[in-house]
C-alpha cells in the first residue's frame, strides 16, 4: 500500500507558480492558510532573484471592475512581472446557512459577465487567488458560479477545497513546522495546542512561530511553553477550571482556583475568571434542557458549544465523553439552582467587600457535592 503524501506537500506544490492558473478559487474551512503558501512563493522567488508583486484586495471594500481593470493593466517596464492578486470574500458566522447565497447576490451576481470576460482572455503572468473562508454545497450559486468557470475555461480557471486535515496530520504538520525553523515539540504540548486553538491553520502558524522564538536556544517545545507564550496565556486558567469542572475533581477545581489568586489578579481578572465558570455552568444547564425537553442529541449540542474541536479527533471523542458524564451527573432542577447561585455570587463579587476567593471556593465546593453524589452514594 502506497502512503498518501501529507496534505502540506500536496498544498504547497498546488499553490506554486508551477501549478496556479490565472484564476483559481480556494473554498473550505482551512482555505486561508492559502495566504501563508502564496507568501511562501513571494519570499522564493525574492530568493531567487524574480520578481513578484503580491496585491491584497477585500470584496466588500474593491469590487470586481477595479480589480479586474487593474489585473489587466499592462506596463511596458514590467511586463515580464509575476502579480498575484489574493481575494477575499468576507467571513460570516459559521451557523449562518445563507451566508454563501447573500455573498453571491452581493458580490458576484452584478459582475458574472466581467468576470467570464476576463478569464476568456486572462492577462499574462497574473495570478488571481480568490479565498472564501467555509463550506460550499453543490447547488449554492457561489460554488456553481466558480465550478462554471472552470467548466468554461479549463486551461485558465481552477477550484480547491481545503478541508481540514485529520488529527494525525495536523500533528505531523505541526512538528515539520518546527523541524524547520530548529525545534522539536512534545506531543502533551502539541495537544494542548489543538485542545484551545483548534485546527485553524493560520492560527497555529502564527503560534508557532511565537513559540520557536520564545525557546530561543532551546530544541525542545514544551507544555509549559505553550501555556506561558500562547494568544491565550491570561485565559488558559479559564481553559483549565472548565477542564477540571467537566471531567476533574474538587481538589484540581480549588487547586487552580488558588494558583490563579496566587497571582494576585486584578478586578477585571477576577471577574474573567468567574464568567468562565458562569459560561460553563450555564451552558451545562442549556444543554441539558437541548437533550432532555427537546431531545437535542448530545453530540450536536456538544458540537454547537465547541466547534472548534474536530469531530473525527481523538480530542472530540474524550471531551465528548466527559461532557456527556457531567450532564448525567446533574438533574435539571440543581442546573437551574446552580445558574441560581451564580447570580447572586455575581452580585456579591459587584457590590460586596467579600473575599471573592472564599465565594467563588464555596461555589465549587457545592458545584462537585452535587456532580459527585451519585459516586458517593
Known amino acids: 500500500m502506497i502512503d498518501r503524501e ?72 514590467s511586463f515580464s512581472e509575476k502579480k498575484i492578486f489574493l481575494i477575499y470574500f468576507p467571513e460570516y ?8 447565497e447573500k455573498l453571491f447576490r452581493q458580490y458576484v ?44 475555461f479549463r486551461d485558465n480557471f481552477e477550484i480547491k477545497e481545503i478541508k ?28 494542548k495546542l489543538l485542545e484551545v486553538t483548534g485546527s485553524n491553520l493560520v492560527v497555529l502558524s502564527n503560534e508557532l512561530e511565537k513559540l520557536s522564538l520564545y525557546a530561543g536556544e532551546r530544541k525542545e517545545i514544551s507544555e509549559e511553553d505553550v501555556l506561558a507564550v500562547c494568544a491565550w496565556q491570561k485565559t488558559y486558567d479559564r481553559f483549565a477550571i472548565e477542564e477540571a469542572l467537566e471531567s476533574g475533581t474538587l481538589e484540581e477545581a480549588l487547586t487552580i482556583t488558588r494558583s490563579f489568586f496566587a497571582e494576585q489578579p486584578d478586578v477585571s481578572e477576577i471577574i474573567s475568571y ?20 427537546l431531545r437535542v442529541p448530545v453530540r450536536e449540542v456538544f458540537k454547537k458549544l465547541r ?4 469531530e473525527g479527533w481523538s480530542l472530540f471523542d474524550r471531551k465528548l465523553g466527559a461532557f456527556t458524564d457531567c450532564l448525567k451527573a446533574f438533574s435539571q ?20 467587600d467579600l473575599d471573592p476567593q472564599i465565594l467563588i471556593e464555596a461555589f465549587l465546593i457545592k458545584f462537585f457535592q452535587l456532580k459527585d453524589k451519585i459516586k458517593r452514594g
Open 307 to 310: 466547534p472548534q474541536i474536530v
Open 6 to 77: 501529507p496534505f502540506y506537500k500536496t498544498l504547497k506544490k498546488e499553490i506554486s507558480l508551477q501549478a496556479l492558473k490565472p484564476g483559481n478559487f480556494f473554498f473550505g474551512e482551512q482555505a486561508l492558510s492559502v495566504r501563508n503558501y502564496v507568501r511562501e512563493i513571494q519570499e522564493q522567488e525574492k530568493e531567487a532573484g524574480g520578481a513578484l508583486q503580491l496585491k491584497t484586495y477585500f470584496l466588500f471594500e474593491t469590487e470586481w471592475p477595479e480589480i479586474l481593470d487593474e489585473a489587466s493593466s499592462l506596463d511596458i517596464f
Open 164 to 191: 481540514t486535515p485529520k488529527e494525525a496530520e495536523i500533528i505531523s504538520w505541526i512538528s515539520e513546522e518546527l523541524r524547520k525553523r530548529g525545534k522539536k515539540v512534545s506531543l502533551p504540548a502539541v495537544r
Open 93 to 100: 458566522e459559521e451557523d449562518d446557512q445563507q451566508a454563501p
Open 109 to 152: 451576481f452584478h459582475y458574472q459577465q466581467e468576470i467570464e470576460r476576463y478569464f476568456s482572455s486572462p492577462a499574462p503572468n497574473v495570478f488571481l487567488v480568490i479565498v472564501y473562508s467555509g463550506k460550499l454545497k453543490k447547488g449554492q450559486k457561489l460554488l456553481e458560479f466558480f465550478s462554471g468557470l472552470k467548466s468554461s
Open 333 to 352: 432542577k440543581e442546573l437551574d439552582g446552580l445558574v441560581h447561585e451564580l447570580a447572586k455570587l455575581d452580585l456579591k463579587l459587584k457590590s460586596s
Open 274 to 293: 468567574f464568567a468562565s465558570i458562569c459560561r460553563y455552568v450555564i451552558s451545562l444547564d442549556q444543554a441539558k434542557v437541548e437533550v432532555e425537553r
